[in-house]
């Protein structure tokens, strides 16, 4: 992973230490060391900041405990949080306090995970996605750009909506066409002057432009709500519902929705129509209760884990058969502790199945390959473990420098495999980033004799 050598400071680094000036604070709501350990030395070493800035938090209540208190000096704060915490999904977590508290930035952490779950997680006002793993060059960009996305844009569309509620109209519309010269596509300015025509009683012209909106950016879901909010106002169900069902088609998970499109085609006497999304309604209902019961057992399972391998096993195995045949991407995460309990109780073949299973979901999952390759290597199967260690470091070249002790297992790969070359290689790189890694050492005194 970079070293920080490359980070863009010139471009990003004024956003963030504007943010810590101004008394901003970030929250960790993760248990993954990586990125409470990344974002302390961007803070930290890239970024010269000594004071504490930083806040590792371990529960929903102690967050929104620090939320509430905050209020009172209206501190800004910037949160970064697991999708999938103890193996409970942190959907009704966010929402509740996205609709609660004002001035927090939420950027989200997850596995790779299917569209439509991360559009659920936009719907509620996330700001921003990390796909793990990740280094501090993409967490740099991803700060900056969550906390100042364009700030000359910005900066017009702010103005134009000030103007806008001191109803000079004409001028608002005048610095949203300054933002449209900046970027001709943009859908924040199509929406903004989508309110201004709005707020004179300009329907045509409101709905025109929330219609720009959309189409410059078909996952921007603020025109469609726009538009389904004008047209409840305006009593017009049929428009309604359209928007409504393309709304439905981008975000699917969504059950309030279900049920109001439902409602609405049996207003419109298309019962059948109704029917279909009220048993898609209970769908999700039935999907959500298997989730509960899955996050149930995922829990047991992480909770004995330490204690009993064997015990563990059969709670990660009846959390995914509570999922039955429904397997996706959030599923991949329990595959591989499943398969690393395998491989802790030395049945590395069945952790081969169990990774093999995952990897049909996440083909480029760079952990996952990993572990793969170690499993082989457990098992006996040195080939086939070279073999997926070569397509790692091809698809993530840089792979080896998570840390020293993926060095160190790449290069016994390479010891058993006779290529004593390459294992010291690897065995010189743990030592880069860990001078007293015993082990390297150890290993490269015995190739050298």
């Not at 960790?28 to 409470?36: E, F, G, H, L």
């Not at 942190?90 to 508290?101: A, G, N, Q």
């Not at 049996?266 to 059948?272: L, S």
């Not at 495999?417 to 005194?445: D, V």
Request: proline share 2%; with cysteine.
């Amino acid at each position: 992973m970079s070293d920080g050598s490359s980070l863009k400071f010139g471009r990003y680094q004024e956003a963030i230490l504007e943010f810590i000036k101004n008394n901003g604070i970030f929250i960790t709501y993760s248990q993954d060391n990586n990125i409470i350990n990344t974002l302390a030395g961007l803070i930290k070493s890239n970024l010269g900041v000594q004071q504490n800035c930083i806040l590792n938090l371990n529960s929903q209540a102690e967050v929104e405990n620090y939320l509430r208190n905050r209020e009172v000096i209206e501190q800004e704060v910037f949160i970064f949080v697991e999708r999938i915490y103890n193996g409970y999904s942190t959907v009704d977590f966010l929402s509740k306090i996205k609709e609660k508290y004002k001035n927090i930035y939420i950027v989200l952490l997850t596995d790779e995970v299917e569209s439509a779950a991360l559009v659920r997680f936009y719907e509620l006002g996330v700001e921003n996605f990390i796909t793990k793993p990740f280094n501090r060059n993409t967490l740099l960009e991803k700060i900056a750009f969550t906390l100042r996305p364009q700030s000359k844009i910005g900066e017009h569309l702010d103005r134009a909506r000030s103007l806008m509620e001191n109803k000079q109209y004409d001028r608002a519309l005048e610095k949203c066409d300054e933002v449209l010269k900046i970027k001709p596509n943009s859908a924040s300015a199509f929406m903004t002057r989508g309110d201004i025509f709005r707020e004179q009683g300009f329907q045509d012209q409101a709905i025109a432009e929330y219609n720009k909106a959309h189409q410059n950016s078909s996952l921007y879901l603020e025109p469609l709500k726009k538009l389904i909010q004008y047209y409840a106002e305006l009593g017009w169900d049929k428009e309604r519902l359209q928007f409504l069902e393309k709304l439905d088609h981008i975000s699917p998970l969504n059950l309030d929705r279900k049920v109001e499109i439902g409602s609405l085609h049996v207003k419109m006497q298309e019962k059948e129509a109704g029917k279909k999304y009220f048993d898609e309604a209970l769908s999700i209902v039935g999907r959500q209760v298997k989730d509960i019961l899955g996050s149930q057992s995922l829990q047991i399972a992480e909770a004995v884990m330490p204690l009993d391998n064997a015990f563990a096993e059969q709670y990660y195995r009846k959390a995914l058969q509570i999922k039955g045949d429904q397997l996706d991407l959030g599923d991949v995460e329990t595959v591989n502790r499943l398969a690393i309990c395998l491989r802790q109780q030395k049945k590395p073949e069945q952790a081969i199945k169990e990774y093999n299973k995952a990897l049909n979901l996440a083909p480029d999952n760079s952990r996952l390959i990993y572990n793969l390759a170690m499993a082989y290597l457990e098992a006996g199967y040195v080939d086939q473990s070279k073999e997926q260690i070569t397509r790692l470091l091809e698809i993530y070249p840089a792979f080896y420098k998570t840390s020293e002790v993926v060095c160190y297992n790449i290069g016994i790969i390479f010891v058993y495999c006779k290529e004593k070359e390459e294992a010291a290689k690897y065995f010189n790189e743990a030592l880069k980033i860990s001078p007293e890694y015993g082990l390297a050492k150890k290993m490269l005194n015995k190739l050298n004799q």
